[in-house]
């Protein structure tokens, strides 16, 4: 930090690094990332094997992003929780079990939005 002016913050670049690392870190050690990741890979997939029309594609994208997105948070809240509460506590628990119910509530929300547009984009 430089006297008088304040925290320095990061480059634009820096910040991109600091993101591609915390989806590796995320990818490395958390079985769900992978998982919905694979999901998502699928979903592009059918999309492509389907013929998606630029508004549908809009659709899966942003539902995939959200679902990624999601358990990302997810992750970083537990990771927090676990940090500062090593030892269970009831409160502990029921932040970590909040931020899953968040991730639980957009995955189930994004598969019936993607049944929609691809129902919608084989029988159109």
């Given amino acids: ?19 591609r690392q915390g989806l590796r870190s995320a990818f490395a050690n958390e079985r769900n990332i992978k998982i919905i990741l694979s ?23 942003l539902c995939c992003g959200a679902v990624v997105t999601a358990e990302l948070l997810n992750t970083a809240i537990e990771s927090v929780v676990d ?4 030892e269970f506590h009831p409160l502990a628990g029921r932040a970590k079990d ?21 129902i919608h984009a084989l029988l159109g």
């Fill in 98 to 118: 909040i931020s899953a119910s968040a991730v639980w509530i957009i995955s189930i929300t994004s598969a019936i939005v993607g049944l929609c547009v691809y």
């Fill in 83 to 86: 940090l500062v509460s090593p």
């Fill in 1 to 19: 930090m430089i006297p008088g002016k304040g925290p320095r913050h990061p480059t634009v670049r820096k910040s991109f690094h600091y993101a």
């Fill in 39 to 61: 999901i998502g890979v699928l979903a592009v997939l059918a999309g492509f094997i389907i013929g998606l029309d630029l508004i549908e594609w809009a659709i899966v994208l």
